[in-house]
């Protein structure tokens, strides 16, 4: 509701501004082709986030410092703190990052953000940008109508750097224009109330356009024209720096809790460096004489001095916050706790991750993982065994032969409670996801969703065997009873050991090992059904057990194996990551008996 009342507020004073004012129109129409550039411009660099950006992002946020040139780097190139954001919050929340070097990436993104006001300042205001921008939105164009998801990708970058450039230019001319009808500048105020009005309006003008590049333009075009005093231009920067972190708590609220962790962190940090930048703005104002004169910038050059106090307070909250890094985790992790959810639903999938391809592969596959630990309590309990004894190093054969007792199992009650919600919801997850299959991680997708679906069969195929299972156990008849505990034996065996592979994967994490222990089981129930078989014929010929007993064993042999099979399939997928070709190939060469 607020949100609309928002909208509709906003849309009524743009009718009047343009109602009272033509050249207001200008300034608002450079604005929304600002945005439009930024919303272009975040597309384009979409495009590349199918696996370069991500593994750049893995390996360069293992220390503080690399985090931190990472943030710069990124918002330097991209031009938006706010995809940054949304990306870093992505990852974090699909587990891929830490929090420290999640706010070791907000920090660079502060730092990194202030290179926009620089080219604005510097370039956008002393040279005829609009010229270079007609190039660039026509090459922009052609490429956008390319089928090659690259080209479509450079051609968004080209046509959002086109309209960034032109909005600027809208912007510079409106304001121009705007101090021959309406002189903004008698607005101004002196003094701390001045300071506080000014660095709210920032606030506001952030919040409404969602990028504190947009606000830093029209800040700094508006300077410019002396429609703003310096002194207010100061505090509208501050503002903008604070109202940022909108974008960020708006991210985070479908994001998982260290999502939440980091928006927070974010907004800390903001609301620090902005009351220090407040609170020491003299101090600011000395070293940004001081900076200007070292940089060779004019002392009436006030639009490059806003860049030059942008970076100043900016790098000053990073050196401030920096020894609070591990103290600002702990704080946050004992504010924001992780639920302890047990079944009734999935855990890891969020709207936040399902955008990035690779936070949506670690999300499926988490929550996969989440669905076989639900589904081995089902498969456990089919079998009349305790979990956490069949997990445990208890001799297994000792536990299924003293484990008798038959409780009452409503299998399909707890397929629809535990299992299928799950499973529907990663279904409609991956359904959602914005990539294409040309992406290298659709893939994963692929075989996870199969792996999702080989728990499902597992299951069902336990609800047949548990039928005949539970009758044979208490049975007068020993030889029979051996026969359903050997099939015990044998589903109690995988889980546990598929088990141990998860745990070797969780501490050595060596895919190649995960595979050879897989395959040893793969191995092991290959050709187990003719022996099985045979068996049985020899138990019937003996008369050991009936033509009725014999079949009943020879179908739930059947579901044993396929029992079996499923989570061995399942266990390839979730433990030994079905992900590119190259691991296909090691696949090949680890299995080729030769």
Request: net charge negative; glycine share 8%.
């Amino acid at each position: 509701m607020f949100k609309k009342i928002l909208i509709f507020t906003i849309l009524l004073v743009l009718a009047y501004g343009f109602w009272i004012s033509p050249d207001f129109k200008e300034i608002a129409a450079g604005v929304a082709i600002f945005l439009f550039g930024m919303i272009s411009l975040e597309e384009g660099f979409n495009t590349f986030t199918g696996g370069t950006l991500e593994r750049i992002l893995k390996k360069s946020t293992d220390k503080q410092w690399k985090s931190v040139g990472f943030g710069i780097a990124t918002t330097t190139i991209m031009q938006s703190s706010s995809l940054v954001s949304v990306i870093t919050i992505s990852f974090l929340s699909a587990g891929l990052l830490g929090l420290a070097a999640g706010i070791g990436i907000i920090f660079g993104a502060n730092i990194g953000t202030t290179t926009g006001a620089w080219l604005v300042a510097g370039l956008g205001l002393k040279v005829k940008i609009s010229a270079y921008a007609m190039p660039m939105l026509v090459f922009g164009v052609v490429l956008l109508l390319q089928k090659q998801k690259n080209l479509k990708g450079f051609g968004f970058i080209l046509a959002g750097l086109g309209f960034l450039f032109l909005g600027i230019s809208y912007m510079k001319s409106g304001f121009e224009a705007f101090k021959d009808t309406i002189d903004l500048a008698q607005f101004a105020m002196e003094g701390f109330a001045g300071l506080m009005l000014f660095s709210l309006i920032g606030i506001a003008a952030t919040v409404i356009m969602q990028s504190s590049h947009a606000t830093m333009v029209l800040i700094i075009t508006a300077l410019a024209a002396g429609q703003i005093t310096y002194e207010n231009s100061l505090a509208l920067a501050i503002g903008a720096n604070v109202g940022t972190t909108v974008t960020a708590v708006v991210g985070a609220m479908s994001a998982a809790i260290p999502g939440k962790r980091l928006a927070a962190a974010h907004l800390i940090f903001n609301m620090v460096t902005g009351l220090v930048a407040i609170i020491f703005l003299q101090q600011f104002l000395v070293a940004v004489n001081y900076s200007s004169e070292v940089l060779g910038i004019a002392n009436d050059d006030y639009t490059l001095k806003l860049a030059v106090f942008h970076t100043l307070f900016n790098t000053a909250g990073v050196v401030i916050m920096w020894p609070f890094v591990n103290k600002m985790v702990s704080f946050l992790e004992n504010i924001f706790k992780e639920p302890t959810v047990e079944g009734k639903g999935a855990i890891h999938l969020h709207n936040i991750s399902v955008d990035f391809p690779e936070t949506a592969v670690e999300a499926v596959r988490k929550e996969t993982a989440h669905m076989y630990q639900l589904s081995t309590n089902v498969l456990c309990e089919g079998l009349s065994l305790n979990r956490e004894e069949v997990l445990s190093d208890k001799d297994l054969e000792l536990v299924v032969k003293n484990s008798r007792t038959v409780t009452d199992l409503d299998i399909d009650g707890l397929y629809e409670t535990e299992i299928k919600g799950i499973y529907s919801e990663i279904i409609k997850f991956i359904s959602k996801a914005s990539f294409t299959w040309e992406v290298e991680q659709s893939s994963s997708i692929h075989w996870l969703r199969s792996a999702t679906q080989n728990i499902v069969e597992s299951v069902k195929a336990m609800k047949h065997l548990r039928k005949n299972m539970s009758q044979a156990i208490v049975h007068s008849n020993k030889d029979l009873q051996e026969q359903y505990d050997l099939m015990r034996l044998m589903i109690a065996r995988i889980i546990r050991e598929l088990d141990g592979v998860r745990v070797m994967i969780r501490v050595e994490n060596d895919d190649q090992k995960a595979l050879m222990m897989i395959q040893d089981l793969k191995q092991e129930i290959q050709g187990i059904d003719q022996k099985f078989y045979r068996h049985i014929t020899t138990l019937l010929q003996d008369k050991k057990i009936t033509a009725h007993m014999a079949t009943s064993l020879m179908n739930d042999g059947n579901y044993t194996l396929t029992i079996a099979s499923d989570i061995i399939s399942m266990a390839e997928t979730l433990y030994a990551v079905y992900n590119e070709q190259k691991e296909q190939v090691k696949r090949e060469i680890i299995l080729n008996e030769e």
